[in-house]
């Protein structure tokens, strides 16, 4: 198959890129470089299509779907905290952009969309682990609403033009190449200050955790393994970690001694940020895949992965 990956440059999308073209398939990318890098793709030399282009601009997109048969769409603003500061950022990022993606797949005849939305759809809920008929969904973020507006595009567009739909609600997804969220702030403040680590909220915020790997590789086995018109399932793994263990796992890591441990207070890290979130993985299990790390075990694989990355020192 010819797979098109918007934001194929970003933490997530490299790693589906490299596993795709592992799984034989052609891969082009589509992506701005807006927080994507080059060098997450360059050990692929010519043996995939870059297109640089914004989705924002429709007739790059409308270009971008020459000869593709499954578009996997992952470009999309990663922050949930810049909805805060700047309101129009998931809707011209989310929603537009997904807009100008199933428009650009109608107006070129392809049929298939796997969609990265997460596990921030659900709000506040209280079902937990929140299996994927949990409602209403009342999300809190913008972000949050954007990728329920997102997932609600897609099936209208799946109801209307005979599209074929994967939703895919994420957990926290942590893993080599990470360039945000909280282990990468947590290692960049431990730079900056080896004696003192400052935790948002009160730490007791507490969410499901998956590894990268996982995530890329199960998006892949449930695209080729289910075939229903809309396809949706919860990617995750079955615990929690809270931001406390995630805070001692990082130092326990780092190997360094006396730092102390800082909370700003408060049940949640932002305006928006849901304190406990835990997915139910089931029906992913049920389709035949399960994750190598659980949440603790990510967490504690990529604390160590990004400390080679990034360094300890200035
Ligand atoms: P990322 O920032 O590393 O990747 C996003 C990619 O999209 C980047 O390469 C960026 O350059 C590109 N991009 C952004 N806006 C674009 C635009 N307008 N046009 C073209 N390219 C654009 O983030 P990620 O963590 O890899 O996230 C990938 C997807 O997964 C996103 O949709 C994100 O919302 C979703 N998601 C991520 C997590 C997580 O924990 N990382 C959790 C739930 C959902």
């Excluded at 950022?89 to 005849?109: C, F």
């Excluded at 209307?160 to 290692?187: C, E, K, M, S, Y």
């Excluded at 449930?222 to 396809?231: G, M």
């Excluded at 990510?298 to 300890?312: D, F, S």
Aim: hydrophobic share 40%; charged share 20%.
């Amino acid at each position: 198959m010819h797979c098109l990956v918007t934001g194929g440059a970003g933490f997530i999308g490299s790693h589906l890129v490299d596993l795709l073209l592992e799984s034989g398939h052609r891969v082009s990318v589509f992506d701005n470089f807006s927080s994507g890098r080059r060098d997450f793709l360059s050990h692929h030399g010519d043996n995939i299509k870059i297109i640089e282009g914004d989705l924002l601009d429709l007739d790059a997109v409308k270009a971008a779907m020459d000869g593709i048969d499954i578009v996997y769409h992952l470009a999309a603003n990663p922050d949930i905290r810049l909805g805060t500061t700047v309101t129009d950022t998931d809707l011209n990022q989310g929603t537009v952009a997904t807009y100008n993606v199933l428009e650009s797949m109608r107006i070129g005849g392809v049929k298939k969309i796997a969609f990265a939305s997460s596990s921030v759809v659900y709000g506040e809920a209280e079902v937990m682990p929140t299996p994927e008929d949990y409602g209403p969904l009342f999300p809190i973020s913008l972000y949050g609403a954007s990728k329920l507006g997102c997932e609600a595009l897609i099936t209208s567009w799946v109801g209307t033009f005979g599209l074929q739909a994967w939703l895919f609600r994420f957990a926290n997804i942590v893993g080599a190449r990470g360039t945000h969220g909280v282990i990468f702030d947590f290692i960049h403040k431990l730079r900056a200050d080896p004696n003192r680590l400052e935790v948002l909220g009160n730490g007791r915020q507490e969410k499901s955790y998956m590894e990268v790997m996982d995530c890329a590789s199960a998006m892949i086995h449930l695209t080729t393994n289910t075939d229903d018109a809309i396809n949706y399932f919860n990617l995750g793994s079955d615990d929690t970690c809270s931001v406390r263990r995630i805070a001692e796992i990082v130092i326990e890591e780092s190997g360094l001694s006396d730092v102390s441990i800082d909370y700003t207070g408060g049940d949640r890290g932002w305006a928006g940020d849901v304190p406990k979130a835990m997915l139910d993985p089931t029906r992913m299990r049920d389709a035949g895949f399960s994750t190598n790390y659980n949440s603790e075990g990510a967490v504690r694989y990529t604390a160590k992965t990004l400390m080679e990355e990034i360094g300890l020192d200035e």
